[in-house]
């Protein structure tokens, strides 16, 4: 069993290697000399992003532990007819832990992902999908794109 809940700044440290965990594991040849620079990196950019109210993370939870996560990250792009906010998101860094796969956690989180947008006025969110989790973006409505898959909300 699992719970969900928002990330806090407090988060911030073990988003990072989440994030880590995720590139290593789609990047398979990522050198290890990066790493520790990458860190420090993901957690100014997460510092500042989250400050702003830019990035918001969902995380899931089970016996005191983070075991899966994903962020949206709110992006202003200039006013379209179609988009008359601008406002677009993009869903980052989908990541369960190995053996939590396969268990509904990473639907629950893109379902609160795609709440937020739409509680955002935010109706054009886009990701970069792994093999490995197209079929769950396409379960909710995402198409593919050129290179991101979309969903545009009502």
């Known amino acids: 069993m699992f719970s969900l809940r928002l990330a806090t700044k407090d988060d911030i440290p073990q988003l990072a290697e989440l994030r880590i965990e995720f590139i290593k594991e789609v990047r398979l040849e990522y050198p290890e000399e990066k790493i520790a620079k990458y860190r420090e990196v993901m957690s100014n950019y ?22 899966a996560t994903s962020g949206l990250i709110t992006i202003q792009r200039v006013p379209q007819f179609w988009n008359i906010s601008g406002k677009e ?10 053996e939590w ?44 794109g050129n290179p991101e898959m979309y969903l545009y909300l009502e």
Do not use: C, H
């Open 101 to 144: 796969r396969n268990k509904g956690i990473g639907t629950a989180i893109l379902k609160k992902l795609l709440e937020e947008a739409n509680n955002r006025d935010i109706i054009a969110v886009k990701l970069y999908a792994t093999p490995m989790g197209k079929p769950l973006y396409e379960k909710q409505g995402f198409k593919t």
């Open 89 to 98: 998101a993009y869903i980052m860094n989908m990541y369960t832990k190995p």
């Open 46 to 67: 997460l510092e500042k992003e989250m400050s702003s109210g830019n990035f918001i993370a969902w995380l899931a939870i089970a016996n005191n532990e983070i075991i």
